[in-house]
């Protein structure tokens, strides 16, 4: 196994370095970073000649791309092209907001599409798993901007007609959001909605695995000799087929948590929540490609390595896989 | 196997209970007594506006209540004092010499006098070449900064018409500038006052909190605690921020939410026309249809659309704006309605379908309809020109041009002129430069000063004239005016240049972009601001009931 890991890790570092190189090739090629400043009249000429020398904006690609990873290597991922603003402080920010939210939404989607799934399973074709079935479908096809909106128009309402505020609409924190308790309880307040709406989906996703990985796994063999042997049936549930039907969903959960590391665009944006997709977002409208670049390159490690944990998980949960 | 299960159990309620539990019990929470929170689009990318990041609308929210100017621009778009003790004077015409003086009591927070010498600094900091400046324009001109305590000098070396909003921006600290790499500076927070506010901390992605700056002498001392600002770049969530209180005060963009907030008596909507206009530009170059080379082809365009029902189908009938009087139509290439030297030079071509015909009759132009009809596919062909058909340029997927085309369209087509869509995504970043087109829409964005720069987009090889438009009595009058620091001698000039523009119809002033302000009428003294000194500029004489 630690041979395993090391030869993947050796293997990501490559697959990182020639992700960084076609990173900074598309990103660069796609447009002319000072075009807006060129645009705007009054913006004196001295000042986009200062900024292009500064950045190497004149140079050949392969030796922007060189200062480039030097910055992002040395000097973690260097400063913005206009303004000269550090990148890596803003992307720790702004991971560590995305960071709550999907922990959070994870947490709520795993516990409630497990217990959905595992009872499904168990009641198969009965009016609960005909429900948990069409309210997955219902999760999975409702467009997640849409189900932000009526959240808020909801919550808002609810606000408006009792003056009771159980979840604001928009942000990550309030005017005063106070310390200890008052901090936290100000946090779930703002985070609530946003959970809700990533955990919808994913809850859906989640039962759907559960209940198929648990049907399988009832059905087995080794399930019907432990019945056999007149084990009791909690037990053979719990103790040979629940554990056994995680594994999937394990391998789902750690794929879907790489991804989600780029944070959720939409429902950031919607619910203005300083997180990784949001701030994604405001780099490409600001034109400056090194925000860009750096935020893509840290999803493209968070992606490769939730690829490997998951792998790895795999492995510790399932005996007979081996990684040689 | 019990013991697990509890466990597991444990586990799920209190990961549902982490998320939802304290949420649902939490008290209602509101913002302080005596602060208002606004609500805004876009978050500063830094607080020093000197630099380019910092040449936005959203930074000077900020700013010009923290680092005040010498002079603010007011409701009506006049520069009144702010730190300056009065007007500042002309001395001398030449050299073009200017003389003002520092309030006494302007004093920075930390207790040091507003002198000269931080105009001076501030000077010296815009025509540093290491740092990435907006732009140098008007400061390149000054010869000479003379400081005398209080009082400045300074002497132009050629004369600079806009001389007055120039030396009246914001005043920089000597004191930080000194020593400091000014594309760093301010990128965080603002560690010095001499505004009716003071900077107290910046959480980055989410809200900005200003204080009343208590040594604040200069003027009216701020009524309010505390202004803090929220970003909140969704429209439909920062409107639902608005009616849930989290928000008290916002300036959005035109949108149908404004139509249903204006309903709600809770709060109070303002609009009025900006800097911002739409208007219809026509090619004179080679690559531009020959028919537009003809003034009385483009004084038919002008009578054939109907600028009214224009604007009153964009803004006034969806709701937008309250009555056609707030927003009155832009008759002027040159000045905004709400400004003194406005003059309505373009409204001698109101609509009028028959005079249409009848002028490009009067052309010898044929094959057009003999009355205006809204079936006609009949298209006037006209002498050496050809048939009345243009290309018309304009961005894709805006609503409010597409519906503007196409009420223009239906108009000119009823009169015999056929208008031919070429929607495009780069329709202004590269169709526009290229001068391969006939007609473009698209706006031009503006501020009190814009009037001093017409040249750039009248005159003969202006650098945005796109239009390749060129008339020698105009482009001189504009030329002129650049250079002409009196006020009057100027407006004159500019006035001469625009009655023959307003004849030659190079362009149609279509309509103003109206701006909103929409508060809750717990707040008042709230006044909307056409220029970039925006909502906020009397924000010290803000209240709340709240």
Redesign the interface.
């Known amino acids: 196994m630690l041979t395993y890991i090391i030869r993947r890790l050796l293997y990501s570092v490559v697959v990182l370095l020639v992700a960084s190189f076609l990173i900074f090739t598309f990103v660069t090629v796609s447009g002319d970073p000072l075009s807006f400043l060129k645009m705007s009249p009054g913006v004196s000429q001295e000042t986009i000649a200062n900024i292009t020398e500064r950045k190497h904006l004149d140079d050949p690609i392969i030796v922007r791309y060189g200062y480039w990873l030097r910055d992002a290597v040395t000097d973690q991922f260097g400063t913005t092209i206009i303004g000269e603003r550090k990148i890596m402080p803003d992307i720790q920010r702004v991971m560590g907001h995305t960071l709550q939210l999907i922990i959070a939404a994870e947490l709520l989607a795993i516990t409630l599409a497990i217990s959905i799934g595992v009872y499904s399973a168990l009641r198969q074709y009965s009016v609960f798993d005909y429900l948990a079935t069409t309210f997955s479908f219902l999760g999975l096809a409702t467009p997640v901007f849409w189900l932000a909106l009526m959240l808020q128009v909801l919550f808002v309402n609810v606000y408006l007609w009792w003056d009771i505020r159980i979840f604001y609409t928009a942000n990550l924190s309030g005017v005063d959001p106070g310390g200890g308790i008052d901090f936290v309880l100000d946090r779930a307040q703002h985070l609530a909605l946003p959970v809700i709406v990533l955990s919808i989906a994913n809850i859906a996703t989640y039962s759907r695995y559960m209940r198929g990985a648990m049907l399988e796994v009832i059905n087995s063999d080794y399930v019907r000799t432990a019945r056999a042997k007149g084990l009791k049936e909690r037990r053979v549930i719990m103790r040979h087929a629940f554990r056994n039907a995680l594994i999937p969903l394990t391998t789902v959960v750690a794929l879907n948590f790489g991804a989600l590391i780029g944070g959720v665009v939409v429902t950031e944006t919607v619910f203005a929540l300083d997180g990784m997709g949001f701030y994604f977002i405001n780099a490409l409208n600001s034109g400056d490609p090194y925000p860009v670049m750096a935020w893509l390159m840290i999803v493209s490690t968070g992606v490769i390595v939730f690829n490997l944990l998951a792998d790895i998980t795999y492995g510790i949960l399932d005996p007979r896989v081996r990684h040689d | 196997?019990r013991k697990?299960?509890i466990w597991l159990f444990a586990?799920?309620l209190s990961?549902?209970a982490?998320?939802?539990g304290?949420?649902?019990s939490?008290?209602?929470?509101r913002?302080?007594a005596g602060?208002v929170?606004i609500g805004h689009d876009q978050?500063p990318?830094?607080l020093n506006n000197l630099?380019?990041?910092?040449n936005a609308y959203t930074t000077s929210l900020v700013t010009n209540l923290v680092l005040a100017s010498g002079q603010r621009y007011n409701s009506r778009a006049v520069l009144v004092p702010q730190l300056f003790a009065g007007k500042p004077r002309i001395t001398r015409n030449r050299p073009l010499t200017i003389r003002f003086s520092i309030k006494a009591n302007a004093r920075w927070s930390d207790g040091r006098q507003v002198t000269g010498n931080d105009w001076r600094a501030t000077y010296r900091a815009i025509m540093d070449?290491?740092w990435?400046?907006?732009?140098?324009?008007g400061w390149e001109d000054i010869r000479s900064v003379a400081v005398r305590g209080k009082t400045v000098t300074i002497v132009f070396r050629r004369p600079y018409a806009a001389w007055e909003a120039l030396i009246s921006g914001n005043i920089y600290p000597a004191h930080k500038l000194a020593g400091a790499n000014v594309?760093?500076l301010y990128?965080s927070g603002l560690d010095v006052s001499s505004g009716p506010y003071r900077f107290v901390s910046w959480?980055?992605?989410?809200?900005l909190?200003l204080q009343k700056n208590a040594r604040f002498r200069a003027g009216s001392a701020a009524r309010l605690d505390r202004l803090?600002f929220?970003?909140?770049?969704?429209t439909?969530?920062?409107f639902?921020?608005l009616?849930?209180?989290?928000i008290q005060v916002t300036e959005p963009q035109p949108q149908l939410q404004i139509v249903e907030i204006r309903r709600n008596n809770a709060f109070r909507v303002q609009s009025g026309p900006g800097y911002f206009f739409e208007h219809l530009d026509f090619q004179f170059g080679p690559q531009g249809h020959a028919a537009l080379k003809r003034r009385y082809v483009r004084q038919a365009l002008a009578m054939g659309i109907n600028r009214s029902d224009v604007r009153n189908a964009l803004y006034v009938q969806p709701g937008l704006v309250a009555s056609a009087r707030q927003l009155p139509v832009l008759q002027s290439l040159i000045w905004k309605p709400f400004e003194a030297n406005y003059r309505a030079f373009f409204a001698r071509w109101g609509f009028n379908q028959r005079n249409v015909i009848s002028l490009l009759r009067r052309n010898g132009c044929t094959g057009g309809p003999a009355t205006p009809n809204r079936n006609n596919n009949d298209i006037w062909s006209c002498p050496g020109v050809g048939r009345l058909s243009f290309r018309f340029n304009t961005t894709a997927g805006n609503q409010l041009r597409a519906l503007t085309f196409e009420i223009a369209q239906a108009q000119l087509k009823s009169v015999g002129i056929e208008l031919q869509p070429r929607f495009a995504a780069n329709a202004l970043?590269q169709i526009l430069p290229s001068r391969d087109w006939d007609i473009s829409m698209f706006t031009w964005l503006g501020g009190p000063t814009s009037s001093i720069t017409a040249f750039?987009l009248y005159g003969c090889g202006g650098?945005?004239n796109y239009m390749t438009y060129c008339n020698r009595s105009v482009s001189n009058a504009l030329q002129k005016a650049q250079f002409t620091p009196n006020n009057v001698q100027r407006r004159n000039l500019l006035h001469q240049a625009e009655r023959i523009m307003a004849n030659d119809v190079p362009s149609i002033p279509m309509y103003v972009r109206p701006g909103f302000l929409i508060g809750r009428r717990t707040v008042t003294g709230l006044s909307i601001n056409p220029t970039q000194q925006g909502s906020t500029w009397n924000a010290e004489l803000w209240r709340t009931s709240q």
């Open positions: 196997m697990k299960a586990a799920a990961a549902t982490l998320v939802v304290p949420t649902a939490a008290e209602p929470s913002a302080s602060t929170v978050e990318a830094t630099i380019t990041p910092g070449r290491r990435d400046i907006t732009s140098r324009e594309n760093q990128q959480q980055k992605g989410t809200q909190v803090v929220r970003y909140i770049p969704n439909a969530s920062l639902q921020s009616r849930s209180n989290e970043t750039a650098d945005q």
